[in-house]
């Protein structure tokens, strides 16, 4: 029953028309990422960070996010985020991401894990700015104790980037 349930599936994976994805293989994209330090340091007043996003293959991108605040409370957060799209269309790609960061906040300091899904999303005419919404799942210490939730965040914290 489990082989005829995986033949199915893979039938079903191999007969999806091609779609032609915004290719973003070879082109840096510098744009923001408020998704670690909205997603548990809010509390201690986090900080969104820069982030420089490179296409490594037409499916696979990795993203580096760095950010501080001088200001009382001081912030910082830096971290990386790998991302493998699974689905193209023409104007955006589903992709499934994986990140970490180290998040510091008024003094305290932790670490941030997130996993799920996103889209990063074209707007005809305008093909080198991108806009990400995601969801899944986030783990973090930066309380002192481990917390683990779901989350769902749109552009304004998944990020938008200007591609070259």
């Given at each position: 029953m489990i082989r005829i349930a995986k033949q199915a599936v893979l039938i079903f994976l191999l007969s999806l028309?091609?779609?032609?994805?915004?290719?973003?293989?070879?082109?840096?994209?510098?744009?923001?990422?408020?998704?670690f330090s909205n997603n548990s340091s809010t509390i201690l007043g986090g900080v969104p960070g820069l982030s420089i996003k490179y296409g490594l293959t037409r499916d696979i991108a990795a993203a580096a996010i760095v950010g501080a605040s001088t200001a009382s409370p001081t912030n910082f957060v830096g971290g990386a985020k790998f991302f493998k799209n699974i689905f193209f269309e023409t104007n955006l790609n589903f992709y499934f991401m994986l990140g970490g960061a180290v998040v510091a906040a008024n003094s305290e300091t932790g670490a941030d894990f997130l996993g799920g899904l996103g889209t990063e999303f074209f707007i005809p005419g305008l093909e080198s700015l991108g806009f990400s919404v995601e969801t899944g799942v986030s783990f973090s210490n930066i309380t002192g104790s481990f917390i683990l939730k779901t989350m769902g965040v749109s552009f304004l914290e998944a990020g938008i980037h200007f591609y070259f």
């Open positions: 028309p091609l779609a032609h994805a915004r290719d973003m293989h070879g082109r840096f994209g510098v744009g923001y990422n408020g998704q």
